[in-house]
C-alpha cells in the first residue's frame, strides 16, 4: 500500500479518498483492476506491514493527488518532524515531478489541523495576506488571521459541545471588541465549499480597500 492508502499507517491527515487501492507492485501486471498502480520504491517498505516507506508514500501523493490532498498528507508530517522538505525535494527532480515540487511550495508548519492548512493555503492562492496561530490579548491563539484585522476560526467535530460553542462565542465576541472581524467556518465548508468559503472572505476584505 502508498499514496493515500497507505495514510492511516503513519497517522497522517487525509481528506475524503475515492475508495481505489494505491499500491506499489515489482509487476504491474499483478495489480488488479480498482486499484492505482505506483511504480518504483526509493526506500525500502515498513519492515512490520505492508506499507511504503514515508518518504514514498508522500512522493507517490504528491505525483498522484490533487493539490489539497496530497498537501495535507505532506505537511502533517513536516509538522510533527518526521519528514523535511529537503528530503522530498531532492528526491523528486526534473520536469516529471514539476507537479510535486510546485505543490511543496505551499507546504507550511505550526497548523493545528488540516483544516487550517487547507484555508491558510486556499486563502494564500487568493492573494490574501494569511498569518497562523496569531495571539490576541483577551481572546488567545485564533487560528488564522487576514491582512491584520480579519479573524478567521476552523471549527472541527469538538466545536459542537455547548461548553466550547460558548467559548467560541465569547472569543469573537472580544475580537470584534478590540476592532477585529471574525468569521467562522466548518470543516464542510473547507473541503467541500472552498471558493464558496474564500469568495465570502475577499468580499469582506474588499469593504476596506
Known amino acids: 500500500m502508498t499514496c493515500s492508502s497507505a495514510a492511516a499507517a503513519y497517522s497522517l491527515w487525509t481528506l475524503p479518498a475515492d475508495g481505489l487501492r494505491h499500491v506499489y507492485h515489482r509487476r504491474r501486471e499483478a495489480v488488479s483492476g480498482g486499484a492505482v498502480h505506483h511504480a518504483g520504491l526509493l526506500l525500502p517498505p515498513a519492515s512490520y506491514q505492508p506499507v511504503a516507506a514515508l518518504a514514498d508514500v508522500l512522493i507517490h501523493a504528491l505525483r498522484c493527488l490533487p493539490v489539497a490532498e ?58 490574501i495576506r494569511v498569518e497562523t496561530q496569531v495571539y490576541l490579548e483577551r481572546v488567545g491563539y485564533v487560528d488564522l488571521l487576514l491582512d491584520g484585522w480579519l479573524v478567521v476560526e476552523l471549527d472541527g467535530r469538538h466545536h459542537a459541545e455547548w461548553k466550547q460553542v460558548q467559548k467560541d462565542h465569547r472569543r469573537n465576541n472580544e475580537s470584534v471588541l478590540q476592532g477585529y472581524t471574525a468569521l467562522r467556518y466548518y470543516y464542510s465548508d473547507v473541503v467541500f465549499h472552498p471558493a464558496a468559503m474564500v469568495s465570502q472572505v475577499l468580499q469582506v476584505l474588499s469593504r476596506r480597500l
Do not use: I
Not at 515531478?97 to 493545528?112: I, S
Not at 487547507?118 to 487568493?126: D, E, I, M
Open 70 to 127: 496530497s498537501l495535507v498528507m505532506v505537511e502533517c508530517a513536516v509538522s510533527r518532524g518526521d519528514m523535511t522538505l529537503e528530503f522530498l525535494l531532492r528526491r523528486l527532480p526534473g520536469k516529471r515531478n514539476g507537479k510535486a515540487r510546485a505543490d511543496l511550495e505551499w507546504v507550511d508548519t505550526g497548523a493545528d489541523s488540516l483544516l487550517e492548512t487547507l484555508a491558510r493555503t486556499y486563502f494564500r492562492r487568493a492573494g
